[in-house]
């Protein structure tokens, strides 16, 4: 990123000259070209043919009037601007041939009745807590906007000591526990950044904390980094992230109806009851008014990386400084209307091809979320349109605008619950967008669709270069030395965590799901506030929405892709790659935990902890740690092992039906190679075709399990989750991962031999699909 924006030209004259040279080279090839992945030769022929066809289709000037009038005012839940948004939106869908329902939850979304925080010592000051209108920003004084504030923190009256713990998660409280500080009985204060939001409170009532204060520092999203708004896109000095708080790792979605869809019979539980409502009294600032606070604390000067780009030194404190936090809310249901937009498949009705994007926002929300929900608008448009040409997809295409994603996932978490029975047998994929901007692709999601949307990536050219917007990708990250996929063709998509719709379909019914979005040139600090409105995004997100177009290409052909495959285009052998990469991290965190309890307990032994605030006294842990005792690998060990032929033999008959495919087109016969499984696309063969769909389909459930992970058996998936501690950082192997981060070795040791059968079983499933693609 730092690269392109500060010498744009060389980078771009090399990308070009690469992309010549491609085109030379490959330009001889071409007429011989395999069949696209999951495709036989004349459905890959037809298939490129729309995509063709949907390039020439998408206007960029579509998504810049469709944000334009959607963010003209503020569209939380259950502002009224929200409602007619989704209106809006599904007008578009039934104009563009959609069926489309108003799927509604009654969900909890509090919103505050006071907010208060004082100082009382050693001076006295009163925080703002508002972004005041900015002349240059047409909407930053519209009526109707939400006060800054995080939803589903506690109600609260407190005074106490104020005291700064840094970013707020766990190795920080380890480093005030050396200093000899603790907050029990104190509010802290703690910088965004480092985890996500709602990890910081949680940390911090565990560890008796009475309140916490958030706030942005200009060193992460302010004027250390550039300009600030209105000159530059940089968070400006008053401007504030709002976000919810509750306790996602637990379980996203309605607090009071975990489990199952909040329609308005549902069971709830009452606030006191739900485990995901915060227990502390939690707000957000800006930075100039947590300037006051900061400034009055004293103590030991903060560790180095602690320090911020405020024109002060960083003290820890506890104090003098001294703090009231008063917040009370009302905690009313709210309706979430989510937009369900279908376009019936023409062959397979009941395989469902699922693409989302999220429509609410917490103040303007041009970059998060209307950025991505006009580009998919788009991308349903041109869709709707090929198929009244009679391009109408095999598969169905289902559409969700979903409503309270930025309260906690709630309208697509809600759905899915509702949903979960029908959607188990039916769902093929799910493709995710949420805010995006300029830049480079972002992939993350299911490695076993590594290798199909580095394929789609292959073919979108990149709006600033000419070349793919894989090549720019590639070339970014190779300068970077990031790692490869072991095939050495693929780049690695990400694994994913949370933090977007993607979280019910993926973590918990195992469905194969793809979250995709151009960033990288977009910097900015409009996140969540009152300035992230059509005027910041128009200057400094995406200007001229050319990265909103091509990100509706990209999105188009992988969903189209996905709708007309004959057979879907899952790949294992990356599958197996990351996995191994991922079974050599928690081997190796595993020794690195055993190594530093040695050095910690020889440290406890000698007496030796120092108080880095003052070097004369000792500080002494309570007890040493256990030692950390052998752990079997040998289970999953084999499993991947087994796992791996299983994926070598599917992609290597699937990569010999695909040669056959080639060679058949290139010899001018488009049925297949003499008949077989090829045969006109595999139209004599429906059956196999049906059963081996519904095979790989089963791949991904076979990765979670019914009861979940320990402690938060919302979340199923065995490969993937979001972190105990990281909110939206992603932990891979989790069950294993965390066992070892908790130093719970039996429960180490019990999900090892539950991971090594997940992978036994999703081996079985391989396998079977093998044998159908040779029938």
């Not at 998660?169 to 526990?177: A, F, G, K, V």
């Not at 519904?694 to 990765?703: Q, V």
Request: charged share 20%; aromatic share 8%.
């Amino acid at each position: 990123m730092a690269t392109t924006l500060r010498n744009p030209v060389p980078v771009r004259a090399a990308l070009l000259a690469l992309a010549s040279l491609t085109v030379l080279i490959a330009a001889p090839a071409r007429a011989q070209q395999r069949p696209l992945l999951g495709f036989g030769a004349e459905s890959s022929a037809a298939q490129l043919a729309a995509e063709a066809r949907l390039d020439e289709s998408v206007r960029s000037e579509n998504l810049e009037r469709w944000m334009e009038r959607m963010t003209r005012e503020p569209f939380y839940v259950g502002a009224p601007y929200n409602y007619e948004n989704a209106m809006f939106v599904a007008e578009q869908f039934r104009s563009w041939g959609y069926e489309v329902e108003i799927a509604e939850y009654e969900i909890l979304f509090p919103t505050p009745l006071t907010r208060h925080v004082e100082m009382l010592e050693p001076e006295s000051f009163v925080a703002s807590l508002e972004e005041p209108e900015i002349p240059e920003d047409g909407t930053s004084g519209v009526a109707g906007r939400l006060p800054t504030y995080n939803a589903y923190s506690a109600d609260g009256d407190v005074t106490a000591e104020l005291v700064y713990v840094n970013q707020g998660i766990p190795r920080d409280y380890e480093e005030l526990e050396r200093m000899g500080i603790d907050v029990a009985g104190k509010i802290v204060i703690a910088r965004y950044g480092g985890s996500w939001r709602g990890i910081k409170p949680k940390v911090a009532h565990e560890h008796g904390a009475l309140a916490t204060i958030l706030y942005s520092d200009p060193r992460d999203d302010g004027f250390f980094q550039g300009d600030a708004y209105p000159k530059g896109p940089y968070r400006a000095e008053f401007g504030v992230q709002r976000g919810a708080v509750q306790d996602m790792p637990l379980h996203p979605g309605d607090p009071l109806t975990p489990g199952v869809g909040a329609t308005v019979d549902a069971e709830r539980l009452t606030v006191e009851e739900s485990p995901t409502v915060m227990k502390i009294p939690v707000l957000p600032m800006s930075w100039g008014d947590a300037l006051p606070l900061l400034r009055a604390l004293e103590g030991p000067v903060a560790p180095a990386s602690w320090r911020g780009a405020l024109p002060i030194t960083y003290h820890v404190g506890p104090g003098p400084a001294k703090v009231r936090v008063h917040l009370e809310f009302n905690w009313g249901l709210e309706t979430a209307y989510n937009v369900i937009a279908t376009l019936p498949g023409s062959e397979f009705p009941d395989e469902w091809v699922i693409r989302g994007n999220h429509r609410d926002g917490w103040a303007m929300g041009a970059a998060d979320p209307i950025s991505g929900t006009v580009s998919m608008m788009e991308e349903a448009r041109v869709i709707g349109e090929l198929a009244q040409a009679g391009m109408r997809p095999r598969r169905t295409i289902v559409y969700g605008s979903w409503d309270a994603e930025e309260p906690g996932l709630l309208g697509s978490t809600e759905w899915v619950e509702h949903h979960a029975d029908e959607l188990r047998p039916k769902a093929v994929a799910y493709i995710n967008t949420d805010g995006t901007g300029r830049g480079f692709l972002s992939m993350g999601g299911s490695h076993t669709l590594q290798s199909f949307i580095n394929d789609v990536a292959r073919s979108v050219d990149d709006p600033q270069t000419g070349v793919s917007v894989w090549e720019r990708l590639h070339a970014a990250r190779s300068v970077g030395g990031a790692r490869r996929a072991d095939d050495g063709s693929d780049i690695t998509i990400s694994p994913l965590g949370s933090g977007s719709d993607y979280t019910p379909f993926l973590q918990h019914l195992g469905i194969a799901s793809l979250n995709l979005s151009f960033s990288g040139e977009s910097g900015g600090g409009s996140y969540h506030s009152q300035y992230d409105s059509f005027d910041h995004y128009s200057r400094f997100g995406d200007p001229g929405f050319q990265y909103g177009a091509a990100l509706a290409k990209t999105t188009a052909r992988a969903t189209l892709r996905l709708a007309n495959a004959d057979v879907l285009p899952l790949r294992f052998s990356p599958f197996v790659a990351n996995v191994k990469t991922y079974r050599d991290e928690v081997m190796a965190l595993l020794d690195q935990t055993r190594e530093q309890t040695g050095r910690r307990n020889a440290l406890v032994a000698s007496n030796a902890y120092t108080l880095a605030a003052d070097p004369t006294k000792t500080y002494v842990p309570p007890e040493a740690q256990d030692e950390v005792p052998f752990l079997n690998f040998a289970p999953v060990q084999n499993a991947i092992t087994r796992l791996e032929a299983s994926a070598v033999a599917y992609d290597a008959a699937y990569d010999a039906m695909r040669e056959s495919h080639a060679a058949a087109a290139a010899g001018g016969d488009p049925a297949g190679a003499g008949g077989g499984a090829g045969n006109a696309d595999m139209g004599e063969h429906a059956d196999v075709q049906r059963r081996l769909n519904a095979a790989l389909i089963r791949t991904e459930r076979l990765m979670t399990r019914e009861d979940g992970l320990p402690r938060r058996s919302w979340f199923r998936h065995q490969i993937y989750a979001p972190g105990f501690y990281t909110g939206y950082g992603v932990k891979t192997l989790p069950g294993i991962r965390e066992a070892i981060e908790e130093r719970a070795w039996d429960e180490a040791s019990a999900q090892v031999e539950r991971l090594a059968g997940t992978l036994n079983g999703l081996a079985d499933k391989i396998d079977e699909a093998t044998a159908l693609l040779g029938g």
